[in-house]
């Protein structure tokens, strides 16, 4: 009967150390939908929920139909397997996306800022390009708040309520 007890025993420790789950690479990963409040998200396919990117802004732009902040990153030595063969269309830089729902929260960097960021990394599969959208965390930067208007547009366009763009900018 011992032999069986702690075999029993020995089981259940195994078991518990196989379905441990690692801890998140930040603590700014986000827990629920990693695109939620993202338009249009079936264009994307999640890689990771939650990635670390480091580098240079090279472009920050706002997208005037969907209301997200679109930034270039040139990111630091030893991250280009976050980057696929269609960031080359970009100058070979990560495209960071903050949607409007998070401006109140997440920093816009300035053009040349050195900058950490956190979110899902995706497959933009309408671009064929890699992604880190939404970011949910920028580590410098100002906050530029989505206006009323953006944030009652992005919320029709979420509710189906808005036309999809011919050509929108993602």
Known sequence: MRPLVLLLVLAVLVAGCTFRRAAPPSPHCRSGSPLAGVYHPQRLKVKSRCRVAIGTVEKVKAELYDGDIHIELRL???????????????????????????????????????????????????????????????????????????????????????????????
Not at 107 to 116: A, K, N, S
Not at 143 to 162: F, N, P, T, Y
Request: glycine share 10%; no cysteine; net charge negative.
């Open 76 to 170: 630091d030595p030893g991250q280009e397997s976050l980057l696929s063969s269609g960031n080359a269309r970009v100058g070979g830089t990560l495209i960071l996306e903050i949607i409007p729902w998070d401006r109140s929260r997440v920093l816009v960097p300035e053009l040349g800022q050195r900058v950490e960021v956190v979110g899902p990394w995706v497959d933009d599969t309408a671009h064929g390009w890699n992604e880190i959208h939404p970011a949910w965390w920028i580590s410098a930067g100002t906050i530029q708040r989505a206006s009323a208007d953006q944030l009652r547009r992005v919320d029709r366009l979420l509710h189906g309520l808005e036309p999809a763009a011919v050509d929108d900018d993602g």
